[in-house]
């Protein structure tokens, strides 16, 4: 056998088709992106959609769309390729990431307000997007000593406060989009009850390559029921062009140091995550997940974060994050070869290339739209519940979780409460993900841990039981 049908031949290792050097043949590869591709395409074109949505970008959509899918083609290169020490050098694919949807859209009504025009917002959130990516690429460096300020405690909190708001933006479109006239109507409860029955009921399938694909399914029943109720119009269409051309900075570059700080915090908050998800896909890869090959891959891959985000900026994209949803995928078809991660890339990139894609998916309909991200966004809400359940809820913790949440909370429901602070102070805090993290991470740093009197009180309270337990037992003899 010559060297090359080596690194061709199925791996032996474990319950993997492929792993992570392998390089399988044309059509396992193609088969196994297709449903990377479709695992991840929702979380792709979402945030981009939703933003272009309630910020009211309108004509630009369907060239953002195009952009975030290239970007993330590039991305997903960058990261299984690895080029010098860029990249984890696995099977991880790189997408637009919902954890900065909260912080962007804060950034956009920020020049709103302002009276900005669209082209105005679109530069403000590249901006600052691309000057807070370094924050992230120097913390690839010490991502080691990030985990003692950004504890699963602080973790937890801030993606609960990135899932709540959302909430609301997934509820206002269920309801018809703002400002809508036919707002709550029952067409509208239709279309994005049609969504979310489907998911619900597809991923309760044993199929698990239905289960993977139940969020595009659903939103393509939402997309056909809405043509048979007349809701579609893709006049536009023909006049968009053949191809997207990526142009640097198309929109302009500027900088708000109050939209800055709260996507500042979310890049620290990233680069856990990614570590988090690396090291799952170490795991389904029966990569070693410790040791100077474990670590190199992680700082990689927490550098590819950083790079890949500022890319996206220059090209009209917005952060992106390694996704976990394909972690999922290498388990379902044992196939871990990061050469297949390079066929994803293409068909993202190519996806991107025709606006015409684009085109089609702005003119889905808010409620259907609304009905798969309530799913979405609760899952977000979800997953810090679970990152949470997983730390050391003591007394302390606790404390630091509820005052967090509430100032969250409390900002972006009676967001008046601010009023007084000055005008950048007021623009800071009032984005729920920057006042949580703020508080969370003050509070961990200022409230001393008492593990051992914790556990000493504890230990009388057991003991003083055993001793009450004794008499009671010696009354009744």
């Given at each position: 056998?010559?060297?090359q049908?080596?690194?061709t031949?199925p791996s032996k290792?474990?319950d993997l088709?492929?792993s992570?050097h392998?390089?399988p043949g044309f059509?396992p590869?193609?088969f196994?992106?297709l449903?990377?591709v479709l695992?991840?395409l929702v979380?792709?074109i979402?945030?981009?959609?939703?933003?272009g949505?309630v910020l009211?970008?309108?004509?630009h959509?369907p060239?953002?769309i195009s952009?975030?899918?290239?970007?993330?083609g590039?991305?997903?290169?960058?990261?299984c390729?690895?080029i010098?020490?860029?990249?984890a050098g696995m099977l991880c694919?790189?997408?637009?990431?919902?954890?900065f949807?909260?912080a962007?859209l804060?950034?956009?009504m920020?020049v709103?307000?302002?009276?900005?025009?669209p082209?105005d917002?679109l530069?403000t959130i590249?901006g600052v997007?691309?000057?807070?990516?370094?924050?992230?690429?120097?913390?690839s460096?010490?991502?080691?000593k990030l985990q003692k300020?950004i504890?699963?405690?602080?973790t937890?909190t801030i993606?609960?406060?990135i899932?709540?708001?959302?909430?609301?933006?997934?509820?206002?479109d269920i309801?018809g989009g703002?400002?809508?006239?036919?707002f709550g109507?029952?067409?509208?409860?239709?279309?994005a009850?049609?969504?979310?029955?489907?998911?619900v009921l597809?991923?309760?399938s044993?199929n698990?390559?239905?289960?993977?694909?139940?969020?595009?399914?659903?939103?393509v029943?939402?997309m056909?029921?809405a043509?048979?109720m007349?809701r579609l119009?893709f006049?536009?269409?023909?006049s968009?062009?053949?191809v997207s051309i990526?142009?640097?900075f198309?929109?302009?570059?500027?900088?708000d140091l109050?939209?800055?700080i709260?996507l500042?915090?979310?890049f620290?908050?990233?680069a856990m995550e990614?570590?988090?998800d690396?090291?799952?896909?170490?795991t389904?890869?029966?990569e070693?997940?410790?040791?100077?090959?474990?670590m190199?891959r992680i700082r990689g891959?927490?550098?590819?974060?950083g790079?890949?985000?500022m890319?996206?900026a220059?090209?009209n994209?917005?952060p992106?994050?390694?996704?976990s949803q394909?972690n999922?995928?290498i388990?379902l078809t044992?196939?871990?070869s990061r050469?297949v991660?390079?066929?994803?890339?293409?068909i993202l990139?190519?996806?991107?290339?025709?606006?015409?894609?684009g085109?089609?998916l702005?003119?889905?309909?808010k409620?259907?739209l609304?009905g798969?991200?309530?799913?979405?966004?609760?899952?977000?809400a979800?997953?810090?519940?679970r990152?949470?359940?997983?730390?050391?809820?003591d007394?302390?913790?606790?404390?630091?979780v509820a005052?967090?949440?509430?100032?969250?909370i409390?900002?972006?429901?009676v967001?008046a409460?601010?009023?007084a602070?000055?005008?950048?102070l007021?623009?800071i805090l009032k984005?729920?993900?920057?006042?949580?993290?703020?508080t969370a991470?003050?509070?961990s740093?200022?409230l001393?841990e008492h593990?051992?009197a914790?556990?000493?009180?504890?230990?009388a309270?057991?003991?003083?039981?055993?001793?009450?337990?004794?008499k009671k037992?010696g009354?009744?003899?």
């Amino acid at each position: 056998m010559t060297q090359q049908d080596v690194k061709t031949a199925p791996s032996k290792n474990h319950d993997l088709l492929y792993s992570l050097h392998d390089k399988p043949g044309f059509w396992p590869s193609s088969f196994a992106a297709l449903q990377h591709v479709l695992a991840s395409l929702v979380g792709v074109i979402t945030p981009t959609l939703i933003v272009g949505g309630v910020l009211g970008l309108g004509e630009h959509v369907p060239y953002l769309i195009s952009m975030a899918l290239m970007v993330s083609g590039v991305g997903t290169f960058i990261q299984c390729r690895r080029i010098g020490p860029v990249g984890a050098g696995m099977l991880c694919l790189q997408g637009t990431s919902f954890a900065f949807l909260t912080a962007v859209l804060s950034a956009g009504m920020i020049v709103k307000g302002k009276g900005g025009t669209p082209e105005d917002i679109l530069a403000t959130i590249f901006g600052v997007s691309f000057c807070a990516a370094f924050i992230e690429i120097f913390l690839s460096r010490f991502i080691h000593k990030l985990q003692k300020i950004i504890t699963p405690v602080v973790t937890g909190t801030i993606i609960i406060l990135i899932g709540i708001p959302l909430i609301k933006v997934a509820m206002t479109d269920i309801g018809g989009g703002f400002g809508a006239e036919n707002f709550g109507s029952l067409d509208n409860l239709m279309l994005a009850g049609i969504v979310l029955v489907s998911v619900v009921l597809l991923n309760r399938s044993k199929n698990p390559m239905v289960r993977l694909a139940a969020v595009v399914i659903g939103l393509v029943l939402g997309m056909l029921a809405a043509f048979f109720m007349g809701r579609l119009d893709f006049s536009h269409i023909a006049s968009l062009p053949v191809v997207s051309i990526p142009v640097p900075f198309k929109f302009g570059f500027q900088f708000d140091l109050a939209a800055f700080i709260p996507l500042a915090i979310l890049f620290c908050v990233s680069a856990m995550e990614t570590t988090g998800d690396l090291t799952a896909n170490s795991t389904i890869s029966r990569e070693p997940v410790s040791g100077p090959v474990y670590m190199n891959r992680i700082r990689g891959g927490v550098l590819g974060d950083g790079i890949n985000s500022m890319i996206a900026a220059t090209f009209n994209s917005m952060p992106s994050t390694t996704f976990s949803q394909n972690n999922g995928v290498i388990a379902l078809t044992g196939v871990a070869s990061r050469y297949v991660g390079i066929y994803v890339a293409a068909i993202l990139f190519l996806m991107g290339l025709f606006p015409i894609i684009g085109g089609v998916l702005q003119q889905m309909p808010k409620p259907v739209l609304g009905g798969a991200t309530l799913i979405m966004f609760g899952t977000v809400a979800v997953a810090g519940i679970r990152v949470l359940s997983q730390a050391n809820l003591d007394r302390r913790n606790m404390m630091i979780v509820a005052i967090s949440v509430g100032m969250g909370i409390g900002v972006s429901t009676v967001p008046a409460v601010l009023q007084a602070l000055p005008d950048m102070l007021e623009n800071i805090l009032k984005s729920p993900v920057a006042m949580g993290a703020i508080t969370a991470i003050a509070l961990s740093l200022i409230l001393p841990e008492h593990k051992i009197a914790e556990e000493s009180e504890v230990d009388a309270t057991v003991a003083a039981e055993a001793d009450d337990a004794k008499k009671k037992l010696g009354e009744v003899g």
